[in-house]
């Protein structure tokens, strides 16, 4: 089984800020995937579930949705997101490794689509993930990708303290073996596993000032930047007083009339032969 290392972590304000990341980027998510009643969906990395569930709600009773996740702390808590929303019955969520899934020998080869989002990132063997995500889904099922380019990011105005603290973060993942910017290679590690690609396209993911969804943006940005601090200073690219400074400057930019915000997750589609 490959070692991965999830820079993040899952300490609660942490899942605080993924539990309001699924809220923000779901619908654009659900939309591009295109589910229908009755499929079977398998969700690696999972989470909070919270994407597992309104996979869920699309498929419908007729359809099932096994998600994966390595955490048990994120499992519990997605756990009880569920149970506060009466949803406890809508997924089946599991707790395994996403280079070792947990399913059982008559499970393999039978679900229509396969999905990740934000896991490659997180893997030193994305290309291993996603031939074992090829295995599961049957002739004609789909295996979808969704994972961050970070070279995509930008902010406006600039905010050259922010920009510093954002650029020692991206070394963390070289630091640990990881790629950053895997979202342009999606297509690519789709190939490479066995799968015919179909589709590739960009799911927007910014906002700007007056849009009421703005904090949240960039509370997730701070959130991504606190979570890693360890890490980020480890890089010795930048102190402790730098850090400081850089989310301090960046909280003055969010209270400007013309802050905005521009990202998007990359995202790709293949068909197994």
Not at 110 to 121: G, Q
Not at 195 to 209: E, I, K, Q, T, Y
Not at 234 to 259: C, S
Request: hydrophobic residues 45%; contains cysteine.
């Amino acid at each position: 089984m490959t070692e991965t290392r999830y820079v993040h972590g899952t300490e609660p304000d942490e899942q605080k800020r993924l539990a309001r990341l699924n809220d923000l980027l779901n619908r654009r998510s659900l939309a591009a995937l295109r589910l229908a009643p009755g499929e079977r969906v398998l969700d690696v990395g999972s989470g909070l579930g919270q994407m597992s569930r309104a996979m869920s709600r699309v498929v419908g009773p007729s359809g099932r949705v096994i998600g994966v996740e390595r955490s048990a702390e994120q499992i519990e808590r997605g756990r009880e997101l569920a149970h506060a929303a009466r949803e406890d019955w809508l997924a089946d969520i599991r707790q395994g490794d996403a280079t070792a899934l947990p399913l059982r020998e008559e499970e393999w080869g039978t679900f229509d689509v396969a999905h990740a989002r934000f896991l490659l990132e997180h893997v030193p063997d994305p290309l291993a993930v996603v031939r074992g995500m090829l295995r599961v889904v049957r002739p004609g099922g789909r295996v979808v990708l969704e994972d961050d380019d970070h070279d995509v990011f930008r902010i406006w105005p600039e905010v050259p303290a922010a920009w510093a603290v954002w650029h020692a973060y991206l070394a963390t993942y070289a630091k640990l073996g990881l790629d950053a910017n895997i979202g342009r290679r999606l297509v690519d590690i789709l190939h490479q596993a066995g799968a015919a690609p179909v589709r590739n396209d960009w799911l927007f993911f910014g906002s700007c000032a007056g849009d009421p969804d703005f904090a949240a943006y960039v509370d997730n940005l701070v959130g991504i930047l606190v979570g890693a601090r360890a890490d980020i200073l480890a890089t010795k690219l930048i102190d402790e007083a730098g850090h400081a400074r850089g989310l301090a400057d960046l909280r003055e930019w969010q209270k400007l009339p013309q802050a905005s915000l521009w990202y998007a997750a990359a995202w790709a589609e293949g068909r197994k032969p």
